[in-house]
Nanobody, 113 residues
Framework: QVQFVESGGGLVHAGGSLRLSCAASGSTFSIYTMVWYRQAPGKQRELVARISSGGTTNYADSVKGRFTISRDNAKNTVYLQMNSLKPEDTAVYYC???????WGQGTQVTVSS
């Protein structure tokens, strides 16, 4: 079973940037569509961005133009570059393969106003 370890979260001021990383175990990482999700307090988990095995990307409307998802298959890692952060981006961020049901601990992102 593939496992994911997220890192890179922290506390930043509005307008700042963070780069999240997600390291995956296993040898089949390159074939997965990978997804970043987030869950804010009291809200449901939502899809933020995804990247296919071929590198096609999609983003939630709320982060388009500010966030960039990328992957390095040689390192079994997917990244989320987050720029122009807003207080409403505050959440725990998780990565997973599309339709995956094994979740990591996530990484907390807090954006202060």
């Amino acid at each position: 079973q593939v496992q994911f370890v997220e890192s890179g979260g922290g506390l930043v001021h509005a307008g700042g940037s963070l780069r999240l990383s997600c390291a995956a175990s296993g040898s089949t990482f390159s074939i997965y569509t990978m997804v970043w999700y987030r869950q804010a307090p009291g809200k449901q988990r939502e899809l933020v961005a995804r990247i296919s095995s071929g590198g096609t990307t999609n983003y939630a409307d709320s982060v388009k133009g500010r966030f960039t998802i990328s992957r390095d298959n040689a390192k079994n890692t997917v990244y989320l570059q987050m720029n122009s952060l807003k207080p409403e981006d505050t959440a725990v961020y998780y990565c997973n393969k599309l339709f995956g049901d094994s979740w990591g601990q996530g990484t907390q992102v807090t954006v202060s106003s």
